[in-house]
């Protein structure tokens, strides 16, 4: 039976790094995110956006050693219920919920393969006085300091974050059922991930377990900006030294896209926007996908 949680957008991602002097030239001065205001009180937080508004939270180990788990952040449409329907659903690791300084509200859970969800309202709600050094400390005083981005990179939004794992009728009981994403044809070759799909496009991925890991390891996490051209993407991308890893590539629906890691070894993906709304594949209520009735 479907949930009451009605999922608009992507709020933000919460990607772990060892050190902002050393991240924030690849998202700030490579990918060209703007960095901004904290709107929590940890220090070790940098709060950076995409040119829609779409938040990147990165975030450095609180006690100094040990990395944190990356997250997704759903923006929901009613915050009250939203609640009471995570707290009632039985998923582990359900915190209190919380306000931030702006006004955003906010609750984390975990699904059973241990992904770390988050569930907030749009921020904004109330100003604030917030301000930003060149290195996204943020302080209740002083000037706010916007260092522009020398990037020719322009990254729109976030189109969909890959989550990793382990049995998918069980993890579709969270993202079908209770959170009602819509489980949309694939548009890779394989049947190895479901692709689900919010109300503006943007997407969740889960993936199935690889047959072997490579020497990067277990490469199903990651997230994948989106940005309007690709070949101009990959050519600023080579220009500021970072590798590409593999060839570009196209999907079924017309999506380009590559991958690259950052500093700290997670896997970013780069995208277009594809068109899949005339697709003449079909999904089964998991994800299965299927062309010309014949399952990939």
Known sequence: MPGSIRIKTINHVGIPIWDRRVALPFYRDILGLQVIPSMVDSPNIVWARTLDGTMVHLIEPADGENLGRPHVAFEVEDFDSTVESVQNSGYPDITEAGERHDGQRHIFATDN???RLEFATAGGHRPSSRVADAL????????NVVVDSPSTI???T????????NDRAECMLMYRDLLNLGVIPHQVDGNSLAWTEM????MIHVIDPPKSIGPRGDSRQHVAFEVANI???????DEAGVEIVGEPGTRHDGQQFLFIYD?????????TRGDHSETTRTADENGYTSENGVLL
């Open 199 to 202: 109300a503006d496009g943007s």
């Open 154 to 156: 322009k990254i729109i």
């Open 158 to 165: 976030i189109n969909h974050v890959g989550l990793p794992v």
């Open 113 to 115: 393969d241990g992904n």
């Open 263 to 271: 500093p700290d070894g997670n896997r970013i993906e780069i995208a």
């Open 231 to 237: 070949e101009a993407t990959a050519e600023a991308l």
């Open 136 to 143: 996204g400390y943020t302080s209740e005083t002083g000037e």
